[in-house]
């Protein structure tokens, strides 16, 4: 069972005795367990193996440990199942719905007995939930919106959530006797913000039924969907569906380039083909003889001229390899005609990371551990960012506890001494009226101002352009934080004319966020790419409530790719000189 696997049981049961109205401290401690899982980079299963003393981990106590090794053992939480007796496990999938907590998933659940997404919108649409005390109207209106938003994002997985399936898939096929080599296609491949399925190729020469029989053996599957000589499918505990296909070496190329596609890509890179006589498919590059139907020309027709690397499946049509980023049809294969292919920006490139929280807000970790974790990275500065007073719920800062933040800032940066920089910063809150959270004195006496939205978001577009527009024009803004405050999986972007914002940053110089965590990843890859051909600065930022978030950061980086920026492009790959003299020249 994989960590992730362990985590989400775990969530989910707080989640439901937080539904049912167990002792705080109870449900805090799963919370905590939750927190700690999801920062580990070894597997529970490893830990367990080693004999290692689970309890010595931070947050996770006696019942915890119990728990954990529970689920190692048996798949299974005995503690879960009586808690689904009491309380429908569907429930939980209520309070993923962006207005929808706890509290109110109770309160559906006892007075209306609402227990799915289906009953709430049914209980919507009949008139008993408006007329619910604590709900009305409005209420109602915006859970129906949050409805159509988790109904579009069913079936599809965050990049965080899949990626420690893919390390362990790898792992395991990478042991198939035989197997040469192992790769990831689809839309993981082309780094995509949520993933359907995954598509895994191996390379092997012969009868593949081992290897698909080795495959479908995978610990975490939960259910064989098919198992042949050259393809399997595998259902894991997540509901995530896993291909197989296992491929000769001399195709493998092709196939490479087929299965990560898109399909429109594909379909222009084969119609390229057809005018040169080449027939392009997943078993490589054929040359279709004269007279004949190409489509008949497959596996077993025509002279093959290539498909072991896809360097040979893009030379056949004249074209440089192109990077799986920017295999949407959306210009990359003019632009590698032309020569125009874009140096991607790499991990390695950034300088710093301008956006993160500590335990003066709603961060977990001090300003002085925050900064260490930064140098321990390569970065040459940060900055720390929590919130202004409007966001209270996480006792945002005012401005007299934002003076005694820079005390510790200072402190801190004593401590670190030369490793780093460390940046006076805040993430000051956009108000209704698109003014800023702070007064002039202290945005002008800060290193670093972060704007963004964080409450009203269902106004409509003109009036929230307004808003966005005020702030970004105020003078004292140098970055628009997730622009467009989408929360994949639970909340679409809020009405925005991003086209509008994008030139206001232009003409003010502000520079846009690509907020790094994956449940945001906001800008997304096609703004991303016109705030690239306006010529806007962009900065790409971890958004990090704590040490471990800061990993976060090659998300980001693969959204910028997706968005074809280079290096140069990114605010934050400056070093320290160059970007103190564009922020103390905005001061």
Not at 276 to 298: A, M, Q, S, Y
Not at 403 to 430: F, H, K, M, T
Not at 508 to 524: F, S
Request: glycine fraction near 10%; charge should be negative; include cysteine.
């Amino acid at each position: 069972m994989e960590n992730i696997d362990i985590a989400r049981t775990l969530r989910e049961t707080a989640d439901l005795l937080e539904i049912q109205g167990a002792n705080p401290f109870r449900i805090r401690a799963y919370r905590n367990a939750v927190r700690t899982i999801d920062g580990l980079t070894r597997s529970l299963q490893d830990l367990v193996a080693a004999g290692d003393d689970l309890t010595e981990l931070q947050g996770v106590g006696r019942e915890m440990d119990l728990h954990i090794r529970e689920l190692l053992q048996t798949g299974q939480l005995s503690t879960l199942n009586a808690v689904v007796e009491e309380v429908p496990r569907t429930l939980v999938e209520l309070t993923r719905l962006d207005g929808v907590g706890p509290k109110k998933a109770k309160k559906l659940y006892d007075e209306l007995g609402i227990e799915s997404v289906e009953g709430l919108q049914a209980g919507i649409e009949d008139g008993s939930v408006p007329r619910l005390k604590g709900f009305g109207a409005r209420s109602a209106e915006k859970m129906l919106r949050a409805i159509e938003d988790h109904r579009r994002q069913q079936g599809r997985f965050l990049r965080s959530e899949v990626e420690p399936y893919v390390e362990s898939l790898m792992a395991w096929m990478e042991k198939a006797p035989g197997v040469t080599r192992v790769e990831v296609a689809g839309s993981w491949r082309r780094r995509r913000e949520t993933i359907g399925d995954l598509d895994l190729l191996a390379a092997f020469d012969g009868d593949g039924t081992p290897v698909v029989e080795h495959f479908t053996a995978f610990d975490g599957a939960v259910r064989v969907e098919a198992s042949g000589s050259t393809k399997g499918n595998i259902v894991l505990r997540s509901g995530l569906s896993v291909d197989l296909r296992v491929i000769p070496e001399e195709s493998f190329g092709a196939a490479l380039h087929y299965f990560t596609g898109s399909k429109e890509h594909n379909v222009h890179i084969r119609t390229l083909g057809v005018k040169r006589g080449l027939r392009i498919n997943e078993w490589g590059v054929f040359e279709v003889p004269e007279g004949v139907d190409p489509d008949t020309v497959g596996k077993d027709g025509g002279r093959r001229v290539g498909g072991r690397t896809e360097e040979e499946v893009f030379a056949s049509v004249d074209l440089p390899w192109i990077a799986p980023e920017l295999r949407e049809d959306r210009g990359e294969i003019g632009a590698a005609r032309e020569s125009r292919l874009p140096t991607l920006i790499e991990e390695r490139d950034l300088r710093g990371d301008l956006h993160m929280h500590s335990t003066w807000t709603d961060g977990r970790d001090s300003i002085e551990a925050m900064a260490r974790a930064c140098a321990e990275r390569g970065y040459a500065y940060m900055a720390i960012t929590d919130h202004s007073k409007a966001v209270t719920m996480v006792g945002g800062l005012t401005p007299e506890r934002v003076r005694e933040q820079w005390v510790e800032v200072a402190e801190a940066q004593e401590a670190v001494g030369d490793s780093i920089r460390i940046l006076r910063g805040q993430e000051v809150d956009i108000l209704r009226d698109g003014s800023l959270d702070q007064p002039d004195d202290v945005l002008a006496e800060l290193d670093v101002v972060v704007a963004s939205v964080h409450s009203f978001m269902d106004m409509d577009r003109d009036a929230m352009t307004a808003r966005v527009l005020t702030a970004i024009r105020h003078g004292g803004v140098d970055i628009l934080g997730h622009p467009t405050g989408r929360l994949l999986g639970r909340r679409v972007a809020y009405a925005l004319d991003v086209e509008a914002v994008l030139e206001a940053c232009l003409e003010a110089d502000v520079a846009v966020e690509i907020n790094a965590n994956p449940r945001r990843l906001d800008l997304n890859d096609r703004h991303v790419a016109r705030a690239r051909e306006l010529g806007v600065k962009v900065v790409i930022n971890t958004d990090a409530h704590r040490i471990g978030n800061l990993d976060l950061m090659r998300f980001g980086v693969e959204q910028a790719r997706r968005g074809w920026l280079e290096a140069d492009q990114v605010l934050n790959t400056r070093p320290l000189d160059e970007l103190l003299e564009w922020l103390q020249g905005r001061r």
